[in-house]
């Protein structure tokens, strides 16, 4: 009996301990843009790295719950991110063709970027496994997905040091299989919210780009808009999420033969004033739809990454610079051309 309560403890410590390396994240921190201060830690982007048994795990659940919610028609049919055939480039042609289809109509458009401050990692796990329960999913399966969020801790890894782990109580991991997936179930009513006011959009996970039409004669659309991104405040408010109005950028785009006009919308004692120009989803946006900005910033990338590639090239086998040349600059090319 002794030799068997021995066996028994030691095998559930050793699957207690397989558990926990399984739920602990090794985060990264990565700069966002190049030309960002290093010294400025809000700068970067806790990018968590996973065990491969996890990530296996995960994209097993991720095969069955995606052809579950796709099956029963619970996706949001306006979210792009992570979803099979639709991909950032879609997600903009969607809203492009939005923008353009009103200004052939003689309507103006505004475009709202919103932008969200630490979203995955804000995400609170009871609101979402209850989101989940409301979509049908229960029993092993929603045991196994609560397991998953629970119990899960990270270490810092920077340079040669590693911090001591830290428990964590929120949020879907970044660099995870199935975290996408679970923060675009977790947002899916904030759709019925933006859609109350008479307002559009289009999501690619955590990006939400909101549209909004008018006729020139229209003298309210400051103010439909603003009590539209009140009410999303207060929606993100209580799931634990926070909008950057700071960071929330405003395009105008006047209709054909509309005129044009500034606008500048107050939330929250913060000003949001429209631009002529905006970067949605790795593409600058104009506020004609020329992408002329788009095309110099391109351009000008493709010729810096050629000029560095000349410089190397005596050193190369025409193989290796075939494969610079398609990583470095037809990559950027090809990049969402059909916009």
């Excluded at 309560?5 to 700069?31: G, W």
């Excluded at 950057?244 to 107050?266: Q, V």
């Amino acid at each position: 009996f002794l030799v068997n309560f021995v066996h028994d403890t030691s095998s559930r410590e050793r699957e207690l301990q397989e558990s926990e390396s399984c739920k602990r994240a090794r985060v990264a921190p990565l700069l966002k843009k190049p030309t960002l201060d290093p010294f400025d830690i809000n700068n970067y982007r806790p990018v968590s790295l996973l065990s491969f048994l996890s990530k296996t795990l995960e994209r097993a659940v991720l095969g069955q719950l995606s052809c579950y919610l796709s099956q029963n028609d619970l996706l949001d049919p306006n979210q792009s991110g992570f979803k099979t055939g639709h991909s950032t480039e879609t997600a903009l042609l969607c809203v492009t063709e939005a923008l353009r289809t009103a200004k052939a109509n003689s309507l103006s458009s505004a475009l709202i970027l919103l932008d969200l401050s630490a979203a995955f990692d804000t995400v609170n796990h009871q609101i979402l496994l209850s989101t989940l329960s409301e979509l049908g999913i229960s029993g092993a399966a929603h045991a196994w997905i609560a397991s998953y969020l629970t119990g899960r801790s990270y270490q810092v890894a920077w340079r040669e040091s590693v911090s001591s782990p830290h428990a964590l109580t929120t949020g879907v991991p970044q660099g995870s299989v199935l975290g996408p997936l679970l923060f675009s179930l977790y947002t899916k009513s904030l759709g019925s919210v933006i859609s109350s006011h008479g307002l559009s959009y289009h999501c690619y996970a955590d990006d939400t780009q909101l549209i909004f039409s008018f006729p020139p004669s229209d003298n309210q659309v400051a103010n439909r808009i603003s009590a539209c991104l009140a009410d999303i405040s207060v929606w993100m408010t209580a799931h634990h999420l926070k909008l950057n109005l700071g960071k929330t950028e405003l395009l105008l785009l006047p209709g054909k033969d509309c005129p044009f006009h500034d606008l500048a919308i107050m939330v929250d004692n913060s000003l949001v004033s429209s631009s002529q120009s905006a970067k949605n989803l790795g593409v600058t946006l104009d506020n004609t739809l020329s992408f002329s900005t788009n095309i110099k910033a391109v351009t000008r990338s493709c010729r810096f990454m050629l000029y560095n590639i000349r410089r190397v090239r005596p050193c190369l086998t025409q193989e290796a610079a075939q494969v610079l040349v398609q990583a470095l600059v037809i990559s950027r090319l090809d990049y969402c051309n059909s916009l």
